[in-house]
Structures are given as C-alpha cells and as structure tokens.
C-alpha cells in the first residue's frame, strides 16, 4: 500500500493558517453537510451567501424534509446541479423516518443516505464525530498524488482508492477532524491545480517527492475529459406590461423542475423569430436583440442568442400552451430559474 510522509506539521500549519469558514465552528452534523453539498463543484466564495440563506430557512433536518420543492430549488437556485438538494431533501426525509429525526452518528448510516459518497460520509464522520475515515476531495487527490510522486491518472476509480486507502491509513494516527480540513485547506491555498504550487509556503516541502524530482508542476496526472456536446438556443424573453413568459421544464433530465423562458432551438435571426410569432398568430409590438451567451455544463456547452419580445397583452392567450406569464417581481422570489440565463435575467 501507498504510504504518505508523516503528516503531523501540518497541524499547527492549519491552526495558523486556516481560512474563517462558518462551517468551522459547529460540530452540527447537519450543518456540515450542507456545506459539503454545496460546495461540491462550486467555489467557497459563492457558497458562503447560499450557506447562510439555506440555513436561515431550513434550519433543521426536519425543516429540511418538510420544506416544498419550489422552495427548495429557490434557495438553490444558481449553485447549480440541482440533483444535489433534491438528494439532500431525500436523504433528510430517510433521517426523519429512519433515525428518528436524530442525523446518524456512524460511518455506514451517514453514508448510506441518498447522495451522499465515500468523501461527504467522511467529511462529516470526521467533522462532526471526530472519527477515523478519510475525506479525500480533488485538493487531497491533488496533495497526495504530489507527496507520493503518483504519476497515475488521479480520476480513475483505481488511483482515488488507492490514494485514499494511504490518506485513511494516517487519519487514525493524528486528530481526524482537523488532519482531513488541513490536507483539504493545504490544497485549497498552497498545493494549488493547474501547475502552480507555492512550495516556498508549503509545511511539507521537504517530505514531498513531486518537489524532490521537480514534477509539482506535472503533477497531478488527470486523463483529459471528452469534448462537450454544443447545442446551440434562441432565447425569447416575452413580456406584456409587467409580466414575463414563463415555462416549467421537464420533472427529469437536465435542470429538471426549473423555471426558463422560452426557448427555440437553433440560432434564429429576428426574421427566423418574427416567423415563430407569426404562426402563433402575435404581432410584437417591439423586438429587440440581446446579444449572444455562453453557459458551461460538465458535458454541455449552450450557445445562447437572445430577443426581447414586447406583446399586446391581447396577444398572451395566444402563446404555446406550455407557457405562463408571471410578474416580474416574483422572478426573484418564487421561481428557481437556472443560471444559465444569467445574461438574460435583467430582462426579465
């Protein structure tokens, strides 16, 4: 098996150098774990708003499993990968029907709820509990792969094992809360990605063979992703007096239960939109260009070009079935629409 180098001087590293997160200073099971979903693929500058929202107003499991799935999706709305507080409304509905309403206390309960892997069990296994499990995120893949000079692809199912069966091997020796945050925060502000490590700042400089060979830089090895899918949309922002066209988006799939407004496939011209209009029997009373956006999924690229449409409210009943039309001040505080129309929202 890997064996790391003794991991111990990075504990009074962290004491010193630790980042001010709200979630560092709660033992709460719960509220650990909402900060581990949501910082799944997502920055911890642009969590920190949503972490203390969601908080104010699911302060509890129970409230978690309670709350409506419009309310929900709203307090998530922009973080993204809405599968994640869909999970987590499940998982909190099993904790209430299953443990009593009590968040489980070991290993394997934690880490049989719904969404929950082998990093979150033990991120809040750890951090809640203080027990001896590993949480192996992409900054202690990162950090590992360097100290050990791994030059295996770090996103195979058989590197992220073995990398973290060396990280579990040291948790048990040393305090696992605080040895899994310091690899993690390590990570985060030293071991940096993208071949820019600042070793000169590192704790563990002398242990690391990537340093001792002069492969931090190369190191880690990740296989390069597939490219990603383009489709490429017309998105019209219909609006009659003070009401913007809305339509629900299918219950599964891609951004499944968010709200969108509508929107044709393909890059249409105006002359392509006055032609969409005109079959459904609506003379606009303006349309105007919004210019062209671009949203990123994981394996899909929208490329987005966008009109705003200005209708005589006569024309509203006349509009694919599909589509609703809802004040525009409850945009902001009712439904959940996807980020990917960020460049479009002040339209609407």
Known sequence: ????????????????????????????????????????????????????????????????????EALLLKLWEGLGYYSRVRNMQKA??????????????????????CGIGDYTAGAIASFAFDLPYPAVDGNVLRVTARLLCYEQDILSSAAKKE?????????????????????MELGATVCL????????????????????????????????????????KTVLILRAADRVALQKRPDSGLLAGLFEPFTLAGKQSEAGVREVLAAW???????????????????LEWHMTGFEIILDEKDTTRLPAALFFAPR????????????????????
């Open 1 to 68: 098996m890997l064996k790391l180098p003794d991991l111990s001087p990075l504990l009074p590293w962290y004491e010193q150098n630790k980042r001010d997160l709200p979630w560092r200073h709660t033992k709460d099971p719960y509220r650990i774990w909402v900060s581990e979903i949501m910082l799944q693929q997502t920055r911890v500058e642009a969590v920190l708003p949503y972490y203390a929202r969601f908080l104010d107003t699911l302060p509890t499991v129970s409230a978690l499993a309670n709350a409506p």
């Open 92 to 113: 909190a509905r099993a904790v209430m029907a299953v443990h009593g309403g009590q968040f489980p206390t070991t290993y394997e309960d934690i880490r049989a709820l």
């Open 163 to 183: 990398l973290t069966a060396a990280v579990g091997a040291e948790v048990g020796k040393l305090p696992p809360a605080k040895i899994n945050q310091a690899l």
């Open 193 to 232: 990605p993208n071949g820019t490590p600042r070793c000169e700042a590192c704790v563990l400089r002398e242990a690391c063979a990537a340093h001792a060979k002069g492969l931090e830089t190369a190191l880690p090895i990740r296989k390069k992703p597939s490219r990603r899918r383009l489709e490429e």
């Open 281 to 299: 029997g609506v003379s606009p009373i303006r349309i105007a260009p919004l210019g062209d956006a671009k949203h990123i999924f994981t394996h």
């Open 329 to 348: 001040e409850k945009i902001d505080t009712v439904y959940a629409l996807p980020s990917a129309y960020r460049a479009y929202r002040a339209f609407m």
